[in-house]
């Protein structure tokens, strides 16, 4: 099956310290979602974009529908210990109506 | 809040035994999905139903069967247990009914299933 290609694969960062991860794709998406993993869980949703262009906002993440439609970023700003996870962007084809497609995840540590 | 629930968090299995995921999703929810998780080849997807006994099948389907036979249980069955089967499965819902929200997949906590 086919998958985003999301980076960094993974981050170590300070406490404190903004975070910017992305998923990029060579087709178009008509949706990208971004959701959260703990260890041991299943993901959960965080961010849904629906439109080229949109900038939404959870608390301290941000979310971005690139303009082209084939990519998204994620931003994290003033990290703390509870970031600790693996992000996931998932993206939904204009003809794929029911099914998403899953980036590969980004896994972050904060230290303290 | 959507809930998700799958019978169990943990499950060991032998070679050849029939295995029974179950999950159920308390929202009214056409779409059920099952993934398995594997490091480094992340979700894919075996199966999904997009109503009471109907399913498609996804990209990893062999070596597994589905059931819906009410909306809000979607259940996926291992008929011979291998060892290549160990894995984490999730299972996931979503909504019909806007055009946008139809894809907002929401995940249960996932099963943990060794196969020996």
């Known amino acids: 099956g086919q998958q985003l290609n999301q980076s960094p694969q993974s981050m170590f960062i300070q406490e404190g310290e903004d975070v910017s991860m992305n998923c990029t794709s060579s087709?178009?998406?008509?949706?990208w979602l971004w959701y959260k993993q703990d260890p041991g869980e299943g993901p959960v949703l965080l961010i849904a974009l629906y439109k080229a262009g949109e900038l939404t906002s959870n608390g301290r993440l941000t979310a971005q529908f690139g303009i082209t439609r084939k990519d998204s970023f994620l931003n994290i700003s003033a990290s703390i210990p509870s970031d600790v996870g693996i992000y996931f962007c998932?993206?939904?084809?204009?003809?794929?109506?029911?099914?998403?497609?899953f980036g590969t995840g980004t896994r972050l540590q904060v230290f303290p | 809040d959507v809930k998700v629930t799958q019978s169990s968090r943990y499950l060991v299995k032998r070679t050849g035994e029939k295995v029974f995921l179950e999950c159920v999703q308390d929202m009214d929810h056409e779409n059920m999905f099952w993934y398995r998780q594997d490091p480094g080849l992340g979700l894919r997807l075996i199966y999904f139903s997009y109503d009471v006994k109907m399913k498609e099948k996804g990209d990893i389907p062999e070596g597994y069967s589905v059931s819906r036979e009410k909306k809000e249980r979607f259940s996926l069955i291992l008929e011979s247990a291998s060892t290549n089967q160990t894995s984490m499965y999730l299972c996931?819902?979503?909504?019909?009914?806007?055009?946008?929200?139809?894809?907002?997949?929401?995940f249960g906590p996932g099963t943990r299933l060794t196969v020996t």
């Open positions: 996931a819902s979503s909504l019909v009914l806007t055009e946008e929200r139809n894809y907002e997949q929401y």
């Open positions: 998932a993206g939904q084809l204009p003809l794929n109506t029911d099914k998403l497609i």
């Open positions: 087709s178009i998406f008509n949706t």
